[in-house]
């Protein structure tokens, strides 16, 4: 196995809070059912997870240099992060970035917040 594509993206937690809770807002829609309930309300957790999907999109796009970047062709939606039983992350991908990436790809990820931000690395792995 050998790194084809590395991300990271911050967000200030502030901020993303303010965007969920703005009138008519679909940015909780770009989570699944299992990232909300596994963030339990907490705007920290969620933001964490948003930036694991944007530091995924950078990956992704980072391994594919030369190409079009994911960002602009890829909903939230097919980036899913997951927990196994004991909390760690882990990541899920659906559409364009599966199709790409193949079955035998592994992300790996970290999440953290402190404070007013929240981060997100994502490291994928090819043979």
């Known amino acids: 196995m050998a790194v084809t594509g ?46 694991a999907k944007e530091a995924v999109f950078k990956a992704f796009s980072s391994g594919f240099y030369g190409r079009r970047p994911a960002e602009k062709e890829v909903a939230a939606r097919e980036v899913e992060v997951v927990s196994d039983a004991w909390g760690r992350p882990g990541v899920r991908v659906y559409g364009r970035i599966a199709a790409d990436l193949g079955p035998d790809v592994r992300i790996h990820l970290s999440l953290t917040h402190d404070g007013d931000v929240a981060g997100a690395v994502a490291v994928i792995e090819a043979p």
């Open 6 to 51: 590395v991300g990271i993206d911050l967000v200030s937690v502030s901020e993303f809070e303010a965007q969920l809770k703005q009138p008519g807002t679909t940015m909780l829609s770009s989570f699944s059912p299992g990232e909300r309930r596994d963030a339990g309300g907490d705007p920290r957790s969620l933001a964490a997870r948003w930036a």
